[in-house]
T-cell receptor, first 115, second 112 residues
Framework: DVKVTQSSRYLVKRTGEKVFLECVQD?????MFWYRQDPGLGLRLIYF???????EKGDIPEGYSVSREKKERFSLILESASTNQTSMYLC??????????????FGDGTRLSIL | KNQVEQSPQSLIILEGKNCTLQ??????????LRWYKQDTGRGPVSLTI?????NTKSNGRYTATLDADTKQSSLHITASQLSDSASYIC???????????FGGGTRLMVKP
């Protein structure tokens, strides 16, 4: 079974702090994604990566950056945390598939609170 | 703008009953549509995927339908169980940009 592991289930940080969310997958997937999930808004894509050191902006990249130095690890960085970044963050991965029929495999999420 | 609308937003049913969740989308051109189940406190897990040429697909007690002409999909759950309590998310992939559009989900609660 594919395993996507997010480093923290719950995290509480203060406004202005630099926050790192880590995600590791064990299936050698090329693609990795970071989403945030808010009630009534569904999942929204922040950033994704289709290869090591490659990154692409999603729908809501402002206030975030990412790092992919190794294939299995994709980090989300909040440069200066703000209260409107309080949310559930989900990491996902899937293999490259030219037909785009491969499902994304999700981690269990990090519930981040910014005080 | 690509949109995926799900209804109802929430649903409560008794154990053993059937239910149907709806998904309407505007994504065009269409590539595929996937239903995910998300248990509380967990990440979404894929239930089924439907491509343009498929009208219906079953996965155990879950049956998904797709009408690509009207841009509608439904997820039918038969003989519901307590473990079906979860959020169900409809996700549509378009050809342009190869990105996904997520619905807001339907929160289902199955009561004993």
């Amino acid at each position: 079974d594919v395993k996507v592991t997010q480093s923290s289930r719950y995290l509480v940080k203060r406004t202005g702090e630099k926050v790192f969310l880590e995600c590791v997958q064990d299936m050698d997937h090329e693609n990795m994604f970071w989403y945030r999930q808010d009630p009534g808004l569904g999942l929204r894509l922040i950033y994704f990566s289709y290869d090591v050191k490659m990154k692409e902006k999603g729908d809501i990249p402002e206030g975030y950056s990412v790092s992919r130095e190794k294939k299995e690890r994709f980090s989300l960085i909040l440069e200066s945390a703000s209260t409107n970044q309080t949310s559930m963050y989900l990491c996902a991965s899937n293999p490259f598939d030219i037909d785009s029929n491969q499902p994304q495999h999700f981690g269990d999420g990090t519930r981040l609170s910014i005080l | 703008k690509n949109q995926v609308e799900q209804s109802p937003q929430s649903l409560i049913i008794l154990e053993g009953k059937n239910c149907t969740l709806q998904c309407n989308y505007t994504v065009s051109p269409f590539s595929n549509l996937r239903w995910y189940k998300q248990d509380t406190g967990r990440g979404p897990v894929s239930l089924t995927i439907m491509t343009f040429s498929e009208n219906t697909k079953s996965n155990g007690r879950y049956t998904a339908t797709l009408d690509a002409d009207t841009k509608q999909s439904s997820l039918h759950i038969t003989a519901s169980q307590l473990s079906d309590s979860a959020s169900y998310i409809c996700v549509v992939r378009g050809w342009a940009g190869n990105m996904l559009t997520f619905g807001g989900g339907t929160r289902l609660m199955v009561k004993p």
